[in-house]
């Protein structure tokens, strides 16, 4: 089972997005993606993504908000990946070059034109809804079969 936080960074009618084209081997490559990446041992969700979209993007994010929850099943082949989804608007720092890809200021209508992951679109409707979420994704070789979520 991994554990990931993920993470829109939100600014001006934008948001930052990370073009993940520099690593090898990435599953994600070519892909358009928010901030974030995997648990610690011992680091709760907010510590995660705190850390994460500071190694990212050089930014520190003060109060996310987490949106929900999602479930990727078997979603690299081998493991269950569950997703916390956040969002920042209040940051400081200065943008940095990512080691993972290329960092850019998206406007918001444009967001779903990127190359995303099918599912990406469905859930950025969840986190405009000021409801908590818990979903399920189902992805089968990178293609999204079926989708599930609930609202709190």
Known sequence: MILATLC?????????????VKKENDMHHG???GLGGKLEIGETTQECVVREVYEESGFVIKNPKMHGMILFP????KNDWHVFVFSAKSFVGRIKESNEGKLAWI???KLTRLNLWEGDKIFFKWTKKNK????????KKGKLKNYSVNFY
């Open 132 to 139: 908590f979420f818990s979903g399920k994704m189902i992805y």
């Open 74 to 77: 078997m979603f690299d082949g």
């Open 8 to 20: 829109y960074l939100k600014k001006n009618g934008r948001t930052l997005m990370l073009h993940r």
């Open 31 to 33: 892909k358009w993606n």
């Open 107 to 109: 406007d918001d209508k």
